[in-house]
């Protein structure tokens, strides 16, 4: 059964990674055709073609190796100086230009004069290519939100877990009371594991966060209504001043730093908790920063990648992963022992994950990425406007195949990295609990 599990967690990451290719490609397929570019080809994944159709101007089709996906416009660069495709010259890096330029008019037609990518105005340019990576936005959002609101997340509840006998600084890292530490409020209140917290002083909270800041602001006499086993009670409380954990603007522990406080004395039990829009919209702009973050730190992660590939080295839990890891996490979630919708809300997090990955790599300024082309439509922009104000001639379309060598290692990089991550994934992997 749990073979049978992990396989189905696999499958069902794969077709989540197959639609949000087939998505991300019709972003650009469906604007390119918006502005009149003609668009031979709608792949998804590389390699040998498994099946594909012809529907109009366009093949659609799925390839082999489900590593990514495309689409082909005419056009994708201008022509040489000369307003034709040069010859190939014996130079290997003006090879490479040329060859991307031969590449960009290999299946021109009569008629597509008017029909080029590179003769689209600028900002059309920067649609056709944002279209793509912002349609991975739209789909990481969607999921995030149906989610965090729908199913909700492991979070900390109202629920009382545990009760302080005593109150202890946090600073003093320790769980024993000694002679002289007086009584928890929580504990000389009458409050009991499993009490639900409905409200507090008059006011009432459903979740942990505003119960937390209410408790945390108040110190003397306090009332807390509880439900216990159906039944609604109300205790009274003398809140004390203590030192506790500094929070962050997200609720967060701060370790080793703390600040003085109302205190009551207990532990709020973890549960699934639905999300609020306003809840969801903070976890999702957490998420993106996250995401940021981790891709502005991904060089100073290859040499612990390369240990725990290589080496002795362990896995850490926030290691760059692949699409084999990522994966292998489906095959994992599948076999959580977790309610059957928390799995599911699981793997849909997973997927909106990777989503929201694709977005913020595809926008990095580099060719071959999204990004790059968007880059050289702006510079393009900025060149004309700048010659048209300084009444200069107009320099023409950026010719962006002159960064082709550029690519050309940008993409070795990317390459060797994606090999360095599969050997990772494959040989010493993220594991989940």
């Known amino acids: 059964m749990t073979a049978l599990m992990t396989v189905l967690g696999i499958v069902v990451f794969a077709v989540g990674l197959l639609f949000s290719i087939a998505w991300h490609e019709l972003g650009h397929l469906s604007t390119a055709k918006l502005f009149g570019i003609r668009v031979p080809q709608y792949m998804v994944g590389f390699g040998p073609t498994i099946w594909s159709r012809r529907k109009g101007e366009t093949e659609y089709g799925v390839k082999a190796i489900p590593l990514g996906g495309y689409i082909r416009m005419i056009g994708m ?34 008629g597509d004069e008017k029909r080029l990518f590179y003769t689209r105005k600028p900002w059309k340019r920067v649609i056709v290519m944002f279209a793509g990576p912002f349609m991975n936005l739209i789909l990481a959002v969607v999921v995030f939100l149906g989610v965090l609101m729908g199913f909700g997340i492991n979070s900390q509840t109202t629920t009382v877990s545990t009760v302080s006998v005593c109150v202890i600084a946090q600073s003093e890292n320790r769980d024993t009371c000694a002679k002289d530490d007086p009584a928890s409020p929580a504990k000389a209140a009458g409050l009991k594991p499993r009490d639900k917290i409905v409200a507090f002083n008059g006011t009432r909270t459903d979740d942990w966060s505003t119960l937390q ?14 439900e216990r086993d159906g039944v609604t009670k109300t205790l009274h409380a003398n809140l004390v001043e203590n030192q506790v954990a500094k929070n962050d603007g997200n609720g967060r522990p701060i370790p080793g730093e703390y600040v003085k406080a109302g205190f009551l004395g207990f532990s709020p039990s973890p549960g699934v908790v639905q999300q609020s829009f306003g809840q969801s919209v903070d976890r999702m702009g957490d998420m993106i920063t996250s995401g940021v973050e981790s891709l502005v730190d991904l060089p100073s992660k290859v040499p612990a990648l390369w240990d725990a590939a290589f080496g002795d080295g362990p896995r850490e839990p926030d290691s760059p992963m692949g699409v084999v890891g990522a994966a292998r996490v489906g095959g994992e979630v599948f076999n959580l022992e977790i309610p059957p919708e928390q799995r599911v809300a699981t793997m849909l997090f997973l997927v ?19 990004g790059g082309h968007i880059a050289g439509a702006v510079w393009e922009s900025v060149r004309r406007h700048a010659a048209r104000l300084l009444r200069r001639p107009d320099p023409g379309p950026f010719d962006v195949a002159q960064l082709m060598p550029v690519a050309y290692v940008v993409a070795g990089i990317f390459i060797c990295f994606t090999l360095l991550v599969l050997v990772a ?6 594991r989940i609990s």
Do not use: C, H, Q
Request: hydrophobic share 40%.
């Open 77 to 110: 660069f201008p022509p040489g100086d000369d307003g034709k495709v040069k010859s190939r010259s014996t130079s290997p890096w003006r090879g490479m230009i040329e060859d991307a330029r031969s590449a960009a008019f290999e299946e021109l037609k009569p």
């Open 213 to 226: 800041d209410r408790i945390r602001d108040t110190i003397g006499p306090a009332t807390i209504t509880v």
């Open 352 to 370: 909106a994950g990777f989503n929201l990955s694709l977005f913020l790599f595809n926008m990095l300024p580099l060719l071959p990425l999204d």
């Open 425 to 430: 994934d494959l040989v010493n992997p993220v």
